[in-house]
C-alpha cells in the first residue's frame, strides 16, 4: 500500500482489499475528491455521511476498508466516504487456484473495462472503475462459470452536492413532478426502490420488476397447472323421445315452443283428453370445464408480459442509449418471454378463451398459485418508488438530473407568486427506454402576473433558429412581457453540473479569493449565448436576450455573494448563481426582481440588447407640439390642406423645438373631441405674423385621447411615446422625471390610471397633485411618495427608492393593492 504522508495524497492508494479462498480482489484510488486539496483537509471536516458496503460470497476471509484516519486499511470501521463520482479507480483480481475467474457488471460499459491480463502460467483480472456523473451503490460479481464466487457493493458519493440533503432532495423534486423522469436503463449506479401502489412503469422500471419476480411467477403458473380451477357447465344435446330424461327450465322451454314434436301414444303424458310423448327433445348433460374466468384471465396477464417483454427486446435491440445492445439482458428478456409462450402453447392453456370482462374474484385474491400470479402481475404493472430496499433502479446521472431541476424547479418559483396559464406545461418523451422532458418549445410553462396581468413563459430547451451563425440551444429561457411593449424581454438560464472549488494556488484560488463559483469557461458560454441569440426586425440585428447565467451546484449562498462573478451580473448582465434544493433564495429573489423591473431599469442594465436603439430615440424625446384647435373650420381646413396656420404671439415657449404636431379638438370643434390626429413637420413657414405647420399626411393615433374634464388652453410640448400611449388628456402631462417614472409603474398595473392636476388646463398646470389606481391614491411630495391604500391607510416610500431602484417601489405597490 502507498504511504500517505503530510495528509497529501499523490499516489493511489488501496480502499478496499477482499480475501478470499479464491482469490484476492483490490480496489485502488484516492480516498477524497477535488473539493478538497488534501486527504487532511477531507479527514478534519465534519461530515456525518456513512458509506454502504456490501461483501457476500464463498469463503470471504478478510474485508478490509481504507481507515483516513490513521492511513491504514482496517478491517472494523465505519465507512466514511471514499469513492466519489468522476473518480477513477483500479480493480485488480489475483486468482488463487485454476479457477477461471471473470468479472462481470450489469453495465457494459464497466464489464468491458476489466479484462484478463496473462502474467506467465497464471493471469490476473485488471481495469478501471470510473464513475463519471453517477452516485449510488454499484454491484460487481467476480464469477466462474456461472457460479457468483464474490458480489461486491461499493456506494459512489457526489463531490458537488449533499448526498444526504441536496441529492436525495433532488431526485424527489424531479420524481415527484413528473413520475420516472428520474430513472435510466442501465447505468453504473443504482439506488434501492419499493413498489408504488400507483402509476404506469416505464421499460426501465418493468426490467426491474420482471428479473425480481419472473422466475416466482413462472412457479405460480406451473402451481396452476397442476391444480387449475374448474367449474360443472350444463349442456344440452338433442335426443330421440325415449331417452329423454329429467327436465329443466330450458328443455321444457324447447318443447314447448315445438308442439308438432310431439305424437299420440297409449301410455304417454295425459293433455287434456290426448295421450302424447315427444318424439324427440332436449337432455341434460354436466361437463367439467377449465374456461373460467380465471384461467382467461391468467392467459390474458402471459399474453400481456410477452408483448411487453417483445417491447422491451425490440427498444433494446434498437436503442441509441448503447451503440452495441447488451447481449446478457437481451438473452435473459428473450428466455422469459420463450418460456412464457411455452405455457401458452401447452394443451391445458391451448383450450382457454379469450377474456372478455373485467375479473375479481376470490379465486385469484386466495387459490395457490393463482394469487401469487396475481399480485405479481399487479406489481410488475406499477412503478417504483426510490425508497427502500427491494428493487436496484437506476437513475440518470447527476448532470442530466440537475438540468431537468433547474427547469422545474424555476417553474416552482414562478408558481408560488404567478398564476398558471397554461397546465398542459411539460411534455415527455416516453418512446425510448426511459422517460425524458421533450427538448422543444412544447415543454414550456406560461403564468401570468396577478396585478399587472403581464405574461412570463418558461421555456425548456428553446432551439433558437434562423441567427446569423448557428443554432442555440440553451437549457431554460425565461421571457418576461412588459406592458407598451411589442416584445419580450429574455434570460437565460443554463444548468451546468460543473464548480470550481477555488483550492489554494490555483489561478481561480487567486483571482477570486478562494470563493467557489462557476467555470470560467461556462460564463464564456453565457457570452456566447446572449450575443449571438439576436432577432433581425426591419432593421440591424439586435440582441433579445438581456442576460444569461449560470446556474451551478454551490450551497453557500452567502459567501458567494463576494464572489466577482456575481457582482457581474449588475454590471453587465452576465454570471453565476447558486442553485441547489436547499439553496434558492438567490434565485427566487433573482427571477422576482427580474419579473418586477421596468421597462426602462433594463434598458439601463443592459448592453445595446434588444430595442436600445428605440429606448435611446425616446431619451432624446421626439418633441410633438399638441396645439388647440380654435373652430371647425380650422380644423377641417388643416386636415385638407396638410397645414396648419397659428398665430406667432401663441407662441412662447420650446415650440421650435417640435419634430410632430397634433390637434386638440374641443366639444364646439368635434363630436368625438380629444387627440385624433398628429403628423411629422414637414416644413415651417412664416407668413406675416403666422408660422405654418406643412405635413405630408395626418396620422389617426390609435385611441383617440380623452379629455376627461381637463383640456389645453393655447398647446403643450410632450414626448411622442407619450402621446402614442396615452389614452387620457393628464396623461400628456408629465413635467418631472419622477412622475413619468411613477406613471410608468402605475400603468403597468393598469391602463386606468387616474391623475388630477393642479389646474384644469394642461399648459398651466405645474404638477400632478395626485395619482389614482384601484381605490388607491399616490401622493407625490418633496422627499417621499405618500401612499393611500383602500382601508385609508397611509404608507410612505422614500422618494430616492424612486429613483434608484423603481422595481422596488413596484413590488411595494403591488403589496398595497392586495390589503383587503
Not at 403597468?748 to 404638477?767: E, G, N, Q, T
Request: glycine share 6%; aromatic share 10%.
Amino acid at each position: 500500500m502507498a504511504s500517505l504522508h503530510s495528509g497529501s495524497v499523490k499516489t493511489d492508494v488501496e480502499l478496499l482489499y477482499i480475501e478470499t479462498d479464491d482469490m484476492t480482489v483490490v480496489i485502488k484510488g484516492k480516498p477524497y475528491h477535488e473539493k478538497f486539496e488534501g486527504l487532511a483537509q477531507y479527514r478534519n471536516l465534519d461530515l456525518h455521511d456513512s458509506m454502504r458496503l456490501i461483501v457476500h460470497g464463498e469463503g470471504i476471509r478478510t474485508v478490509q476498508v481504507f481507515d483516513i484516519n490513521n492511513n491504514q486499511l482496517q478491517e472494523k470501521y465505519s465507512h466514511r466516504p471514499i469513492f466519489f463520482e468522476n473518480g477513477v479507480y483500479q480493480l485488480i483480481v489475483s486468482p488463487k487456484g485454476a479457477k477461471d475467474l471473470y468479472f462481470y457488471h450489469e453495465h457494459q460499459g464497466l464489464r468491458n473495462a476489466v479484462d484478463k491480463v496473462n502474467i506467465g502460467d497464471s493471469y490476473v483480472l485488471m481495469g478501471n472503475l470510473q464513475f463519471r456523473n453517477e452516485v449510488g451503490l454499484s454491484t460487481f460479481e467476480i464469477r466462474c462459470t456461472n457460479n457468483k464466487l464474490l458480489t461486491v457493493t461499493i456506494e459512489v458519493f457526489p463531490t458537488k452536492l449533499d448526498y444526504q440533503k441536496d441529492y436525495q432532495k433532488l431526485l424527489e423534486e424531479v420524481n415527484d413532478e413528473i413520475y420516472n423522469l428520474a430513472y435510466h436503463f442501465i447505468k453504473k449506479t443504482y439506488l434501492s426502490a419499493k413498489a408504488k401502489l400507483e402509476g404506469t412503469p416505464s421499460r426501465s422500471e418493468f426490467l426491474r420488476l420482471i428479473e425480481s419476480h419472473f422466475d416466482k411467477l413462472f412457479q405460480a403458473i406451473h402451481q396452476i397447472e397442476r391444480q387449475p380451477h374448474h367449474k360443472l357447465t350444463t349442456t344440452h344435446t338433442r335426443v330421440r323421445g325415449d331417452q329423454l330424461g329429467r327436465q329443466d327450465q330450458k328443455a321444457r322451454h324447447y318443447l314447448k315452443k315445438r308442439p308438432h314434436l310431439f305424437v299420440g301414444v297409449k301410455d304417454g303424458i295425459s293433455i287434456g283428453a290426448k295421450s302424447v310423448m315427444p318424439t324427440s327433445g332436449l337432455n341434460i348433460k354436466k361437463e367439467l370445464t377449465y374456461d373460467t374466468h380465471e384461467n382467461r384471465f391468467i392467459k390474458w396477464m402471459m399474453n400481456r408480459l410477452i408483448e411487453k417483454l417483445e417491447d422491451l427486446i425490440e427498444t433494446l435491440q434498437n436503442s441509441r442509449y448503447d451503440a452495441t445492445p447488451d447481449v446478457e439482458i437481451i438473452n435473459s428478456l428473450s428466455q422469459m418471454k420463450l418460456k412464457l409462450i411455452g405455457k401458452i402453447n401447452n394443451q391445458s392453456w391451448r383450450n382457454i378463451g379469450k377474456l372478455d370482462r373485467s375479473v375479481m374474484s376470490l379465486v385469484l385474491q386466495m387459490e395457490p398459485g393463482y394469487r401469487d400470479a396475481f399480485q405479481i402481475y399487479l406489481l410488475v404493472s406499477r412503478g417504483l418508488a426510490l425508497q427502500g430496499n427491494i428493487y436496484k433502479m437506476s437513475v440518470k446521472d447527476v448532470a442530466t438530473l440537475y438540468e431537468y431541476w433547474t427547469y422545474l424547479k424555476l417553474g416552482q418559483i414562478l408558481g408560488k407568486k404567478y398564476e398558471m396559464v397554461d397546465q398542459d406545461i411539460v411534455k415527455v418523451n416516453r418512446g425510448g427506454l426511459f422517460v425524458n422532458l421533450q427538448p422543444n418549445a412544447t415543454a414550456k410553462r406560461v403564468y401570468r402576473h396577478p396585478q399587472t396581468k403581464e405574461k412570463i413563459t418558461l421555456i425548456y430547451q428553446k432551439r433558437e433558429r434562423k441567427l446569423p451563425t448557428i443554432t442555440q440551444v440553451p437549457d431554460t429561457m425565461l421571457s418576461i412581457e412588459k406592458k407598451g411593449k411589442d416584445y419580450e424581454y429574455q434570460y437565460v438560464f443554463d444548468a451546468k453540473y460543473r464548480i470550481d472549488f477555488a483550492l489554494a494556488g490555483t489561478t481561480y484560488g487567486r483571482n477570486y479569493h478562494g470563493i467557489p463559483g462557476p467555470m470560467e469557461e461556462d460564463i464564456n458560454t453565457m457570452h456566447r449565448y446572449r450575443d449571438s441569440i439576436v432577432v433581425n426586425e426591419k432593421g440591424p440585428f439586435e440582441r433579445k436576450a438581456f442576460g444569461a447565467y449560470v446556474l451551478f451546484p454551490w450551497d453557500n449562498e452567502e459567501i458567494y455573494q463576494e464572489h466577482k462573478l456575481y457582482k457581474s451580473i449588475e454590471e453587465v448582465n452576465i454570471g453565476g448563481l447558486p442553485f441547489l434544493p436547499n439553496a434558492t433564495s438567490i434565485v427566487e429573489q433573482f427571477v422576482e426582481r427580474l419579473i418586477d423591473k421596468s421597462p426602462e431599469e433594463i434598458q439601463q442594465e443592459g448592453i445595446l440588447p434588444r430595442g436600445t436603439l428605440s429606448e435611446w430615440e425616446s431619451t432624446i424625446e421626439e418633441k410633438v407640439l399638441v396645439v388647440k384647435v380654435s373652430n371647425e373650420t380650422e380644423y377641417k381646413s388643416a386636415l385638407h390642406d396638410r397645414t396648419f396656420k397659428i398665430s406667432a404671439n401663441r407662441l412662447n415657449k420650446n415650440w421650435q423645438e417640435a419634430k410632430y404636431i397634433a390637434l386638440y379638438t374641443t366639444r364646439e370643434v368635434a363630436e368625438n373631441n380629444g387627440v385624433t390626429y398628429y403628423a411629422e413637420i414637414k416644413e415651417v413657414r412664416i407668413v406675416g405674423d403666422e408660422v405654418w405647420y406643412v405635413v405630408d399626411k395626418w396620422n389617426v393615433l390609435s385611441d383617440n385621447i380623452k379629455p376627461v374634464g381637463y383640456g389645453i388652453s393655447n398647446y403643450v410640448i410632450t414626448g411622442l411615446n407619450n402621446l402614442l400611449e396615452a389614452k387620457e388628456l393628464p396623461e400628456l402631462f408629465m413635467r418631472s422625471k419622477d412622475e413619468r417614472t411613477l406613471w410608468r409603474i402605475l400603468a403597468r398595473f393598469s391602463d386606468r390610471v387616474k391623475y388630477v392636476l393642479d389646474d384644469y388646463s394642461l399648459d398651466v398646470a405645474k404638477s400632478v397633485e395626485s395619482f389614482s389606481i384601484k381605490d388607491m391614491k399616490l401622493f407625490l411630495r418633496k422627499d417621499y411618495i405618500m401612499v393611500e391604500d383602500r382601508l385609508g391607510k397611509e404608507h410612505r416610500i422614500p422618494l430616492n427608492t424612486l429613483r434608484d431602484n423603481p422595481s422596488e417601489v413596484f413590488k411595494k405597490l403591488a403589496v398595497f393593492m392586495e390589503v383587503r
